[in-house]
């Protein structure tokens, strides 16, 4: 099976799994990362809506506490016809264990629908260099 297949298809299981009471919107992230294993995530809900939690942060959990620091590849999986795309806090999540040419695949349960690098999806981000001053 290639890469992109199985982090699509962890994805898919990982989609599975989440915990999506009030918005009914499943949600899967897969990571392949730099000790070449995948970890995943899915969205975790909340009665207390804020405190709920978006897959790809799980994701990056899982491949912290996995020993792992840096993304190679992430796919994230939701269904509907249009393009799920990660919201401005998973951006900055991803963009921390990334770097610009990073792949971030887009996926619904047909397939990956785009492919683009973190520069694309995360254009002028605030990282390290940022915090450089006299
Ligand atoms: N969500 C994610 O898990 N990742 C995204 O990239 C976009 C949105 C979740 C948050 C919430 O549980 C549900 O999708 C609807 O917004």
């Known amino acids: 099976m290639d890469l992109t297949t199985q982090l699509l298809e962890a994805a898919l299981l990982a989609q599975k799994k989440a915990y999506v009471p009030y918005s009914g919107f499943p949600v899967g992230a897969a990571i392949l990362a730099d000790d070449n294993k995948i970890y995943t995530g899915c969205n975790v809900e909340n009665i207390s809506y804020p405190c709920g939690s978006c897959a790809e942060q799980g994701a990056i959990s899982a491949m912290i506490c996995g020993g792992a ?13 249009n393009l799920i795309t990660p919201c401005g806090a ?3 999540r991803i963009a921390e264990f990334s770097k610009p ?3 971030i695949h887009l996926a619904t ?14 254009p002028l981000a605030f990282f390290d260099e940022s915090l450089k001053h006299d």
Do not use: F, W
Not at 69 to 81: P, S
Not at 109 to 122: A, S, V
């Open 109 to 122: 349960t047909q397939g990956i629908q785009k492919t683009l690098t973190l520069t694309e999806l995360l």
């Open 69 to 81: 620091r840096q993304i190679k590849e992430i796919l994230i999986l939701g269904n509907g016809q």
């Open 90 to 92: 998973c951006r900055q």
């Open 101 to 103: 040419q990073t792949l």
